[in-house]
T-cell receptor
């Protein structure tokens, strides 16, 4: 699985958009970019995933660069409840199993 | 639809003892994976079960084992507990194996070894 690199932490103002970058320069053509988040002491929660095209759901938007070497997760209107560790993961579309490799993630603190 | 249920939520054990943790996946999900989370090592994959068979295994010693039952419920066992086994143990379920579907995690079992 491709290695992903994320900044260790970032702050965001409540009500503003939070843009979380992820570098995955070694991603292969069959690997999707997945985002999960983990609120303190809870299990990780799936947010969104994509392959090439930008994706949007009720939680966030995912922008993937054309060369697929990096992506950005956008939380459009951050709330205090979005304070969490956000993980970017590259996962093959035809994996032999459901093994997720978590890196260090980005610790996001949403401030009032 | 009920989520992934892990029991117990908290557990305190003594070094040398063994422990069994339980995970009930979302109804209809057949893949169950286990993860260990510690402050030092982060989230690490332990193993995955699908249709009662272990399909993937992480880099953990043989003291860590698991099984899956015909109703997809899973248990993991840690024998001869060490202080370093203190961690949050998370279970995740998915509908199928090896697909680009999201995994649903339980709240975890926090194990403290004293």
């Amino acid at each position: 699985d491709a290695k992903t690199t994320q900044p260790p932490s970032m702050d965001c103002a409540e009500g503003r958009a939070a843009n979380l970058p992820c570098n995955h320069s070694t991603i292969s053509g069959n690997e999707y970019v997945y985002w999960y988040r983990q609120i303190h002491s809870q299990g990780p929660q799936y947010i969104i995933h994509g392959l090439k095209n930008n994706e949007t759901n009720e939680m966030a938007s995912l922008i993937i660069t054309e060369d697929r070497k990096s992506s950005t997760l956008i939380l459009p209107h951050a709330t205090l409840r979005d304070t969490a560790v956000y993980y970017c993961i590259a996962f093959p579309s035809k994996a032999a199993g459901n093994k997720l490799t978590f890196g260090g993630g980005t610790r996001v603190l949403v401030k009032p | 639809k009920a989520g992934v249920t892990q029991t117990p939520r908290y557990l305190i054990k003594t070094r040398g003892q063994q422990v069994t943790l339980s995970c009930s996946p979302i109804s209809g999900h057949r893949s169950v994976s286990w993860y260990q989370q510690t402050p030092g090592q982060g989230l690490q994959f332990l193993f995955e079960y699908f249709s009662e068979t272990q399909r993937n295994k992480g880099n953990f010693p043989g003291r860590f084992s698991g099984r899956q039952f015909s109703n997809s419920r899973s248990e993991m066992n840690v024998s001869t507990l060490e202080l370093g086994d203190s961690a949050l143990y998370l279970c995740a379920s998915s509908p199928r194996q090896g697909t680009n579907t999201e995994a649903f995690f339980g709240q975890g079992t926090r194990l403290t070894v004293v």
